[in-house]
């Protein structure tokens, strides 16, 4: 099940290939562009898929149970679901901010230093907007916050 799961938090394109730079290629060309442009459409079509199943299988398995144990683990798992719905509906909407990165030619680049990002990060999170080290530094200022 685990990795299943882990499938699910990263793109997972049937036929998907790391990118492999020519030599003297210009960091986040057309090339590289057009590659990250099909991995993150990819992304959101699956989850779109998911987002369409997840409402058949709650039209299909919504019953009114007459008994009340019955009846609240049926709630309990649609709530599940509904989280897990939302959760990739935010993700649905930071790939399409990302898609517009790569579409105004901005992407590929921390939004905090202006270092390039890199490809094998961009490949392991395409949604990546900072690089290791700027994220690495946020995630120790929230942990002190408490956010």
């Known amino acids: 099940m685990p990795t299943e799961e882990k499938q699910k938090s990263t793109p997972a394109i049937s036929g998907f290939e790391p990118y492999v730079a020519t030599k003297g290629e210009e960091y986040m060309g057309e090339p590289m562009r057009k590659h990250f442009t099909k991995i993150l459409s990819q992304w959101k079509q699956d989850l779109m898929v998911e987002v369409d199943r997840t409402v ?3 039209k ?3 019953a009114n149970f007459p008994d009340p144990a019955d009846r609240a683990s ?4 649609f709530a599940l679901e509904l989280r897990a719905r939302d959760r990739e ?3 649905i909407k930071k790939i ?3 898609l517009q990165l790569i579409q105004d030619k901005e992407y590929g680049w921390c939004e905090s230093c202006g270092v390039e990002i890199g490809i ?4 392991a999170r395409p949604t990546a907007d900072m690089c290791v080290d700027c994220k690495s530094l946020a995630e120790i200022k929230e942990k002190q916050v408490g956010k």
């Open 74 to 77: 049926q709630e309990e798992e």
């Open 60 to 62: 299909d398995e919504a």
């Open 89 to 91: 509906r935010k993700l």
């Open 56 to 58: 058949v299988h709650m």
């Open 96 to 98: 399409d901010k990302t």
């Open 120 to 123: 094998k990060r961009l490949e």
